[in-house]
C-alpha cells in the first residue's frame, strides 16, 4: 500500500465546496478511480482547528501512483490549478509505504 498525506487551510467561504471537491467523490476521487490501483481517499476535518483538513490517497503502491501521474498529467495539472482558489495553502504531509 503506498499512502499520500496532504494538509490543507481552508477560508470560511470555501469550506463546502473544498469538501465537495476532496471528498471521496469529488472530482479528485474521479480523476484518481481512473485507475485499478487506486484504493481511495479520506477528507478528515480537524476537530478543534476550524478549516483545516487532511487528505489521505491509497493506492496499491508507489509505481501505480507514480504511472497514474505519468499518463493523468495533463487532466491532474488542470485540476490542481482549478484547486488552488478553494485553498489559503496545501502542504504535502508526506508519502508513505504500509
Not at 48 to 70: C, M, N, P, Q
Amino acid at each position: 500500500m503506498f499512502i499520500v498525506v496532504w494538509q490543507f487551510e481552508i477560508a470560511e467561504e470555501n469550506i463546502a465546496a473544498f469538501e465537495a471537491a476532496y471528498g471521496s467523490e469529488g472530482p479528485w476521487a474521479q480523476l484518481f478511480r481512473e485507475s485499478p490501483d487506486y484504493k481511495g481517499t479520506e477528507l478528515l476535518r480537524d476537530a478543534y482547528v476550524h478549516g483545516s483538513y487532511l487528505t489521505i490517497d491509497r493506492w496499491t503502491s508507489e509505481e501505480a501512483f507514480r504511472s497514474f501521474r505519468k499518463e493523468h498529467d495533463a487532466a491532474y495539472e488542470a485540476l490542481d490549478r482549478q484547486s488552488d482558489a478553494l485553498t489559503a495553502r496545501e502542504t504535502r504531509i508526506g508519502a508513505y509505504t504500509a
